[in-house]
């Protein structure tokens, strides 16, 4: 099962930007759809985006769309999340997950079809 570990997090102003990073190791990094969560207290951890396995496709949450950009380096087994014009809304741990290509399509974005998750990094976005 491969491992994810997110890097990037931050506090930031309103308006601000962050770029996430989740590095994989220990499986075949194009074999995995890739996707970005994030997860607030008292919520229900949510969906944000995901990218398919060659950059192809890509999906987000009505919410980020504009501001958020997922993108893949396969190369380097990495996912990036760049985060612009962010709000306090945003505020969130937010996790990178993966799962198998060809198991389900990409409008399937529930949390429960993806097998594996990294620890986690907060973001806090200040007023």
């Known amino acids: 099962q491969v491992q994810l570990v997110e890097s990037g997090g931050g506090l930031v102003q309103a308006g601000g930007s962050l770029r996430l990073s989740c590095a994989a190791s220990g499986g075949t990094f194009t074999t995995y759809t890739m996707g970005w969560f994030r997860h607030t207290p008292g919520k229900e951890r949510e969906f944000v985006a995901h990218i398919s396995w060659d950059a192809d496709r890509t999906y987000y949450r009505d919410s980020v769309k504009g501001r958020f950009t997922i993108s893949r380096d396969n190369a380097k087994n990495t996912v990036y999340l760049q985060m612009n014009t962010l709000k306090p809304a945003d505020t969130a741990v937010y996790y990178c997950?993966?799962?198998?290509?060809?198991?389900?399509?990409?409008?399937?974005?529930?949390?429960?079809?993806?097998?594996?998750w990294g620890q986690g990094t907060q973001v806090t976005v200040s007023s």
């Open positions: 997950a993966a799962r198998p290509r060809f198991k389900y399509s990409t409008a399937t974005i529930t949390s429960t079809s993806y097998t594996s």
